[in-house]
């Protein structure tokens, strides 16, 4: 019962990934060639209501949240090279299978083949980067 | 009644998607003080999933206090089926003309549906193409410490340079990708 609010939360992430189309390969394909103003009018309009809701939320920083715990604006953390060069290896891979983790999520729920070929992909490389992580520039 | 039933059925335009993944942005942080993003599961999963032998230390950590997570990702998973299955869109997918040109171009066919059959069907060529590529969304989400969601949205939206830097990387290394690889892909096997 405590979960379902994230329950909630994650069904309509999933729900808009497929229904934006953002899990399309044609639509990832036809973004990475700026064939159409689909994707990017996504990834704007969300981030720009995710910084007002953000605005909002500091204003009411420190006071609690469902779960009780205090309100805050989440970071990230240090680290230089990892995001470029993380980015970098992420991009490689999207530009080909057309999907990121999200919707990789959501397709599988569909029960697609690619995705789920995918999502075992997924897995061995965030195994292969865990055991290898030391190595890496940070 | 039928207007609400046509709305779940058809697809949504950029400027209903995108609001709602925004709002997740300032939701998540009401529910639990979380951060949005999706790519932590893949962690967790391989936290749940290691052998007591094996004992890599970057999975050895208590994943049951990420259930909330967890819980997110199956919701995901959910909502795919909800929105892919029992309200799929029975319409082709609306793309460009100049994109419909291009995938006639590469021989990629556009059967019905909005992933390209021969890359999501069951091949050996289409599931070791999308295994070798997940492996690398993978490795190069667990390196960036988040994907899309994570540093596109939510790091965009909190003004980190982090996730400037890792947006950068990654839509260069998907340009890299769309525009050097995957036009050459076979796509003639079935």
Same mark, same amino acid.
């Given at each position: ?42 990834? =704007? ?14 204003? &009411? ?9 205090? =309100? ?46 995918? &999502? ?15 190595? &890496?520039?940070? | ?27 998540? $942080?009401? $529910?639990?003080?979380?951060? @949005? ?34 819980? @997110? #990702? ?6 795919? %089926?909800? #929105? ?29 549906? %909005? ?15 999308? @295994? $070798?590529?997940?492996? %690398?969304?993978? %490795? ?37 990708? #769309?525009?050097? $690889? ?9």
């Amino acid at each position: 019962m405590r979960y379902l609010p994230y329950l909630i939360a994650g069904t309509l992430f999933g729900f808009t990934m497929i229904k934006s189309e953002a899990a399309s390969w044609y639509r990832i394909m036809e973004m990475f060639y700026f064939q159409s103003f689909h994707m990017y009018g996504i990834m =704007m309009s969300a981030i720009v209501t995710a910084f007002i809701g953000i605005q909002v939320m500091k204003r &009411l920083a420190g006071r609690s949240s469902l779960e009780g715990s205090p =309100m805050q604006i989440p970071s990230k953390g240090p680290g230089r090279y990892k995001f470029i060069l993380g980015g970098l290896i992420f991009g490689l891979g999207w530009g080909v299978i057309g999907l990121c983790p999200g919707p990789i999520f959501a397709l599988v729920g569909m029960g697609s083949i690619g995705a789920i070929a995918a &999502l075992a992909g997924a897995l061995h490389g965030t195994w292969l980067y865990g055991v290898v992580r030391n190595r &890496l520039p940070k | 009644m039928e207007t609400l039933l046509n709305w779940l059925y058809a697809p949504w335009p950029w400027y209903v998607a995108g609001p709602i993944i925004g709002l997740l942005v300032p939701v998540m $942080i009401w $529910i639990g003080n979380r951060s @949005f993003g999706i790519s932590q599961n893949l962690e967790h999963l391989c936290a749940i999933t290691q052998p007591k032998a094996v004992g890599v230390e970057f999975f050895t950590y208590d994943w049951r206090e990420h259930t909330w997570s967890l819980t @997110f #990702a199956l919701g995901a998973v959910l909502g795919g %089926f909800l #929105a892919g299955v029992v309200f799929a869109n029975p319409d082709p997918i609306n793309l460009s003309v100049a994109a419909l040109t291009m995938f006639s171009y590469w021989n990629v066919p556009i059967a019905g549906g %909005f992933l390209p059959p021969v890359l999501f069907g069951f091949y050996w060529q289409s599931i070791l193409i999308m @295994f $070798i590529g997940g492996v %690398f969304v993978g %490795f190069g989400t667990r390196y960036a410490s988040g994907c899309t969601s994570g540093h596109a949205i939510t790091g965009l939206a909190t003004l980190q340079p982090q996730s400037l830097m890792a947006v950068v990387g990654l839509f260069a290394g998907g340009l890299l990708a #769309a525009h050097f $690889i995957t036009p050459y892909l076979p796509y003639s096997f079935p």
